[in-house]
């Protein structure tokens, strides 16, 4: 029972021994973890183990993380999104609208990014720029997936559902 489990060390989250920082997001890309840091860099630990090292991103206030195929992307609040091309190199600005971006996902093709105290946005077949859906204005901070439904939460409120990739998100009455 639970006395049990409590008592197995396999229970527990273990700590990866990383130095204490501001982490906000992560994501995955094949066998490597990608980790952002507010305030700092982008790190990436390669295979699944070891240390995450630092990509020498330039220090921004990273946010949220998700990939498309072989692309990673970051978000920054009250700054840009930026993408890392094939998982190699320098992750580049996209030259979307200054917003105070806060959390991304990706269903099939498309990349979804919501703002806090703002809209949420996609990306088209991982091309162009993030295009407002037009939902009410909240404090959107983070973004999954299941199936084709995308789903947001909102600081201080509910937790809202886009059924098959379409539509409005509706909220789920948590």
């Given at each position: 029972g639970?006395?049990?489990?409590k008592k197995d060390p396999n229970?527990?989250?273990k700590t990866l021994s990383q130095a204490s920082r501001n982490w906000r997001g992560m994501t995955t890309l094949g066998s490597d973890v990608y980790a952002c840091v507010d305030g700092g860099d982008i790190y990436k630990q390669t295979g699944g183990t070891g240390a995450f090292a630092a990509l020498s991103q330039t220090t921004q206030n990273w946010?949220?993380?998700?990939?498309?195929?072989?692309?990673?992307?970051a978000c920054v609040a009250d700054g840009d999104i930026?993408?890392?091309?094939?998982?190699?190199?320098?992750?580049?600005?996209?030259?979307?609208?200054?917003?105070?971006?806060?959390?991304?996902?990706?269903?099939?093709?498309?990349?979804?990014?919501?703002v806090n105290g703002g809209d949420i946005y996609k990306q088209t077949n991982g091309k162009g720029n993030f295009v407002a859906l037009l939902q009410e204005s909240r404090s959107w901070r983070g973004m999954t997936t299941l199936g084709s439904d995308v789903y947001a939460c909102v600081s201080g409120g509910d937790i809202y559902k886009q059924?098959?990739?379409?539509?409005?998100?509706?909220?789920l009455s948590q």
């Open positions: 639970a006395s049990l489990e229970y527990y989250f946010r949220a993380m998700t990939t498309l195929g072989s692309d990673v992307y930026y993408k890392q091309t094939n998982g190699t190199g320098n992750f580049v600005a996209l030259s979307q609208t200054t917003r105070n971006w806060f959390g991304m996902t990706t269903l099939g093709s498309d990349v979804y990014a919501c059924t098959n990739g379409t539509g409005d998100f509706v909220a």
